[in-house]
């Protein structure tokens, strides 16, 4: 898959801070074209004492549900997996960690010979300081449609949702509203959802809880975290 090419990644701290304010400026809020049927979920983890960075993407195609009994249950099938491993090159800088992480993700999403609809991050979208979270950066790079799935919040309040799956709340930074607090599993920590890039919130939050099955995290986002977690052992 065709990755394109922003900017330089030996940067400064300021220099960086300084890419993230100017690149913010070009994420797109958008209605998705179509239904994703096409969905890849990625995620990266650090190993070997933290020298070393990891990146899996798994392409997971959306499929009909065969039965009655399977309806509105999410079932999806294979269509392909990559991954990628670097070395660390910038310090842990909290607001900077795309810095450490989008270029492994980048050179496994490279790989790919499919081209998914949609990328589920295990980051932060516009939810985000300088509204540039990992899953924003790498949607400008790859010119897709993106959603940050975080396991925590960096910034913002909000309401704690519902205990049912499908109740969501918004998450607050001031007056700006800059994702969702969304509960993918009945009585389980909610994810914290927002916009990438070339999608509007009402449909991150679809798409998330569409791609969700029994389990917190969106299928295709649980699988990238196994693969990759089997990288780093």
């Not at 913010?24 to 070393?52: H, M, N, T, Y």
């Not at 081209?115 to 300088?130: C, K, N, S, T, Y």
Request: aromatic share 6%; with cysteine.
């Amino acid at each position: 898959m065709r990755v394109r090419t922003l900017h330089e990644w030996h940067l400064s701290y300021a220099e960086a801070r300084a890419v993230q304010s100017r690149l913010a400026g070009e994420v797109r809020f958008e209605r998705l074209r179509k239904e994703p049927e096409i969905i890849a979920g990625l995620d990266c983890a650090f190993g070997d004492g933290g020298k070393r960075v990891f990146a899996a993407v798994v392409v997971l195609r959306r499929v009909a549900a065969s039965t009655p009994k399977a309806l509105g249950m999410a079932s999806f099938e294979l269509v392909e997996t990559a991954s990628a491993a670097m070395d660390v090159t910038f310090p842990y800088i909290p607001g900077l960690l795309s810095f450490r992480e989008a270029p492994v993700c980048l050179a496994a999403v490279a790989k790919l010979e499919s081209e998914p609809d949609v990328f589920l991050v295990d980051g932060q979208g516009i939810a985000h300081p300088r509204r540039l979270g990992l899953a924003s950066h790498l949607g400008l790079f790859l010119d897709k449609p993106t959603i940050g799935c975080a396991k925590s919040r960096l910034i913002g309040t909000f309401d704690e949702p519902g205990a049912e799956k499908g109740a969501h709340s918004p998450l607050y930074d001031g007056d700006e509203v800059v994702g969702a607090v969304v509960r993918t599993r009945a009585d389980v920590k909610p994810l914290f959802v927002s916009v990438g890039h070339r999608c509007r919130l009402e449909d991150a939050i679809r798409v998330t809880l569409a791609c969700t099955t029994r389990y917190r995290l969106p299928e295709p986002s649980r699988l990238a975290h196994q693969a990759v977690s089997q990288l780093k052992r």
